[in-house]
């Protein structure tokens, strides 16, 4: 797989709503069948290399959205997801879950910073951005459209960051259908039961005739 490509083979994507919620809401179209699995909160010591050697061993790529300070702490992770074909996305450089209300500076502060972290250490600019919490604002769109990053939502929320339990998560996740986007996590604490469900998720929903494709 091409890093940094995405299902687009390097051809310029556009968002037909800010933020996007599902593959529909993009240009080129993807593949009717697809599906894209988000990564959110890493990297992390434990829990990233866990779910990169899960999605190498099922043959999947997916999106992480990065923390900046995160990114900082631990280069060889990020370098070592784009070296693996997997996309990048900015989600802050401290995660504040008020984004919105913060003043104007520190909003630019928090998207311009995560972006280049990212950027310098794995030197793939990320195209994508992901606001903590899902909490946007038009002044959040605007700062990330000045970055070039199409701002992602999602569709498929198993909540698993709460830790329900692995059927749970599971449960939640195989409602998918396709042009969703999923969220998971590798970050932010104990991800087992994240890993555990994807693991059940990802060959069911491939049975399914469902394909995941990286943003």
């Given amino acids: 797989m091409e890093v940094g490509a995405g299902y687009a083979h390097g051809r310029p ?3 037909l709503r800010r933020p996007i919620h599902s593959l529909h809401d993009l240009q080129p179209a993807a593949p009717p069948n ?3 699995l988000t990564i959110d909160d890493g990297p992390h010591p434990e829990w990233t290399p866990m779910m990169l050697d899960l999605l190498a061993e099922l043959d999947v790529p997916a999106t992480f959205s ?6 900082t702490e631990y280069p060889r992770l990020v370098r070592r997801i784009v070296a693996a074909g997997h996309q990048v996305s900015d989600h802050t450089v401290t995660h504040p879950l ?3 209300a913060l003043t104007d500076a520190r909003v630019r502060e928090e998207i311009g910073g995560g972006h280049d972290r990212i950027a310098q250490i794995s ?4 195209k994508f951005f992901r606001s903590p919490g899902g909490a946007w604002s038009q002044r ?3 700062v990330a459209a000045e970055h070039s990053m199409i701002c992602i939502d999602w569709q498929v929320d198993p909540r698993d960051w709460a830790r329900p339990g692995t059927t749970t998560i599971t449960d939640r996740l195989l409602r998918a259908q396709a042009g969703d986007i999923l969220l998971c996590h590798d970050g932010g604490g104990d991800r087992s039961e994240t890993i555990r469900a994807l693991r ?10 469902l394909t995941f494709v990286v943003l």
């Fill in 13 to 15: 994507l556009q968002a």
């Fill in 34 to 36: 697809a599906v894209a």
């Fill in 66 to 71: 990065l923390i900046g300070v995160q990114v």
């Fill in 98 to 100: 008020n984004l919105p």
């Fill in 123 to 126: 030197g793939v600019a990320p």
């Fill in 140 to 142: 959040i769109l605007d």
């Fill in 200 to 209: 059940t998720v990802i060959p069911a929903l491939k049975q399914r005739g």
